[in-house]
């Protein structure tokens, strides 16, 4: 039987950076033997996607909001985190539950209790290995944002609701120190990319 592979999570405020870094993640490890799979979340299935449509776009109250991201995180985990660890894969994820934690509990405000059951519920056994967090500055993550193309109904948020996600993002890094690795996203991509190396040699 193959040895069960790792799962590596992406997060950061939007505009941080983290989906630049993925790519650069799939190659350090495919340079050291690793068999890659990337993925994201809301989305990473056909049903995940449709959702994620929906997620992106339609106003809806903030638990509903909360329920379709686990939903789409409970096929994501049946139909590629979970089958693609037991062959050995390494699995990234654009996001994960943190980002639940992040926008729903800390941008939206719901009751944390509740993300917490929900949590425990979808994957009481499974949380990432490593988890990079990408951190900027509200305003250096706006800058990056509006320079890349049309806002998402989360994108347009104002910037006490991003405050508000970046506050539980480093509030979930502090209680999970020992997964979690804060990247200081003000840098350049080769510094930044620096950084994620020496993170994920850890791994390794
Ligand atoms: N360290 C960096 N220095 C300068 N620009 C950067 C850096 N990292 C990313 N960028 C640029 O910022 C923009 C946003 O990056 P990216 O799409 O990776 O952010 P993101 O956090 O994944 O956003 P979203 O969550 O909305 O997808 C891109 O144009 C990217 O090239
Ligand atoms: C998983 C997850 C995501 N979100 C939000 C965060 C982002 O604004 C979008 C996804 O877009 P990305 O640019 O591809 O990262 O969805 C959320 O609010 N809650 C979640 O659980």
Redesign the pocket.
Same mark, same amino acid.
């Given at each position: 039987m193959s040895e069960q592979g790792k799962f590596i999570t992406f997060e950061g405020i !939007?505009g941080a950076g983290k989906s630049t870094h993925i790519s650069f993640v799939a190659d350090f490890l495919a340079a050291r033997g690793k068999e890659i799979v990337s993925s994201?979340?809301?989305g990473g299935t056909p049903l995940g996607e449709k959702l994620r449509d929906l997620?992106?776009h339609e106003k809806m109250h903030l638990e509903t909001e909360a329920l379709l991201?686990f939903a789409s995180r409970r096929e994501h985990m049946a139909q590629v985190i979970e089958p693609n660890l037991a062959a050995g894969k390494w699995v990234l994820s !654009?996001?994960f539950s943190d980002?639940?934690f992040a926008?729903?509990s800390g941008g939206r405000g719901m009751d944390r209790a509740k993300m917490e059951a929900l949590e425990g519920w979808v994957h009481p056994q499974l949380q990432p290995d490593l988890t990079l967090l990408f951190d900027v500055p509200l305003e250096v993550a706006r800058e990056r944002l509006d320079a890349t193309r049309a806002l998402d109904k989360?994108?347009r948020e104002q910037e006490e609701f991003f405050a508000r996600c970046r506050a539980e993002y480093l509030r979930r890094a502090a209680q999970f120190p020992q997964r979690f690795a804060v990247i200081d996203s003000t840098r350049s991509i080769a510094v930044t990319q620096q950084a994620i190396s020496e993170a994920l040699e850890k791994l390794l």
């Amino acid at each position: 039987m193959s040895e069960q592979g790792k799962f590596i999570t992406f997060e950061g405020i !939007d505009g941080a950076g983290k989906s630049t870094h993925i790519s650069f993640v799939a190659d350090f490890l495919a340079a050291r033997g690793k068999e890659i799979v990337s993925s994201r979340e809301p989305g990473g299935t056909p049903l995940g996607e449709k959702l994620r449509d929906l997620l992106l776009h339609e106003k809806m109250h903030l638990e509903t909001e909360a329920l379709l991201m686990f939903a789409s995180r409970r096929e994501h985990m049946a139909q590629v985190i979970e089958p693609n660890l037991a062959a050995g894969k390494w699995v990234l994820s !654009d996001r994960f539950s943190d980002a639940s934690f992040a926008y729903q509990s800390g941008g939206r405000g719901m009751d944390r209790a509740k993300m917490e059951a929900l949590e425990g519920w979808v994957h009481p056994q499974l949380q990432p290995d490593l988890t990079l967090l990408f951190d900027v500055p509200l305003e250096v993550a706006r800058e990056r944002l509006d320079a890349t193309r049309a806002l998402d109904k989360f994108e347009r948020e104002q910037e006490e609701f991003f405050a508000r996600c970046r506050a539980e993002y480093l509030r979930r890094a502090a209680q999970f120190p020992q997964r979690f690795a804060v990247i200081d996203s003000t840098r350049s991509i080769a510094v930044t990319q620096q950084a994620i190396s020496e993170a994920l040699e850890k791994l390794l």
